[in-house]
């Protein structure tokens, strides 16, 4: 005789036999929900400022008491963080005055809200990526989880840093760029190229999602019309937005600041009590005229970095992830930038193994198309580090990384579905390990025993 089934249980069946029917749907509301859960967890700890937020707290509390400051990076990350704060009344006397820096109040939340919330959403867009690659959908899911489960994007989203801004706005790119090469739908390119330019109004290593789309029309697009068109469209749109972001930089920056060294006697005379404010003699300067003179100063200063730091490391360590970074120690709590070494490690072996399934001709023509197209994206992330000789860090490797994340999905989907499993299962053992550095909690012995094993170069 059937028994009588509680109407939860009944209610959970039919949620079951949904999502089975919306695969697509469920791994999409799955990586949003985890992606969330785990950026937010924990929000605001530690209360003190970590690593490089002694920098960026303390521009984005410049565009509240206008004194021109100056950064090596385009203004889009530091405005959008601001901007958010404008919006809850931020306190601008927080001290930044140093790692460990005691916060005096709450409103330092309203600064890493952004990029923790950029970070959290990074998954689901390789998740994206994943099926415009033709990817399956546990394959697709399984990359989405490796960026979801993976230390390092973990620890960079959570603080007041630009670099989730970078990752989300350039990976974005990429997959709206997909979308226009599958669909030719005119609205794909035009996000793509918005997208591209956010990225590269962050981090000028931003320009990779600009030139990728353009190497590949270049030489792939049938007609010149396409070509013409998305060229165009990838450079005109992110100039636009680059420069508008430096007319609102610069419109808020009125005052004179710790950052007028910098600049040329006609540039300071412009901001309001510089030393050159008053002085006749120096012939006026236009607003074009200054944001080249800052675009150059910024290329110059980049130049200048030549200074060496004890968690500096070389390119080709990174793949490896020989030499994580420390944010910020108080007692026993720590915070590292470490990678999930299933990530790390398994990218770098799933590169290879594409390799040599491209030697056994062992990839399908549509398979050594996407290879091709990863393998290049990942050189132009990469390779330019090679040349570069001033002090870099592991974050450096964390687009090349995302590319050589997608590039092991060729490989990952030769899998049989039980090995798909125990990736999954190492890679969530291996976070739940290095957690506590994401954190600011104690690690665990068996924490301070997996970070052991990554030699100091």
Known sequence: KPTKKLPVIKQLERYINLLRAHPHRTAVVGLIVLGVASRFWAYGSPNQAVFDEVYFGKFVTNYFNHQYFFDIHPPFGKLLIAGFAWLFHFNPNQSFASIGTVFTDSSYLYLRF???LAGSLLPVVFYGIARRLKYSTRTAVL?????????????????????????????????????????????????????????????????????????????????????????????????????????????LLSQSGEGDAFMTPAFQKTLNGSIYASDNSIPSISLPAKIIELNIEMYNANQRLTATHPYGSRWWSWPLMLKPISYWVDGEHQIWLIG????????????????????KKR??????????????????NYLPFIGITRVMFLYHYMIPLGFAILLSGLAI??????YLDWILAVLLIMFIILNPYNYGFVPSILSTFVRGLLPSI
């Open 363 to 380: 990839l399908k023509p549509a398979a050594k198309k996407v290879a091709i197209l990863l393998i290049v994206a990942y050189a132009i």
């Open 114 to 116: 952004l990029p923790t």
């Open 143 to 251: 990359l989405g989880l490796a960026v979801c489960f993976d230390n390092a994007f973990l620890t960079q989203s959570r603080f007041i840093l630009i670099d989730s801004f970078l990752f989300g706005f350039g990976f974005a790119s990429f997959w709206a760029w997909l979308g226009w090469r599958n669909s030719h739908r005119w609205w794909w390119l035009i996000a793509a190229a918005v997208l591209a330019g956010l990225a590269v109004s962050v981090k000028w290593t931003g320009l990779t999602f600009i030139a990728l789309p353009i190497i590949f029309e270049t030489f792939s697009s049938q007609t010149w019309r396409r070509r013409l068109t998305a060229i165009s469209a990838m450079t005109i749109i992110p100039v636009i937005l680059y420069a508008s972001f430096f007319v609102v930089h610069l419109g």
């Open 340 to 359: 999930n070494p299933v990530v790390w490690w398994g990218s770098t072996i799933g590169v290879l193994m594409v390799g040599w399934l491209w030697l």
């Open 413 to 418: 989907d030769q899998l049989d579905r039980k």
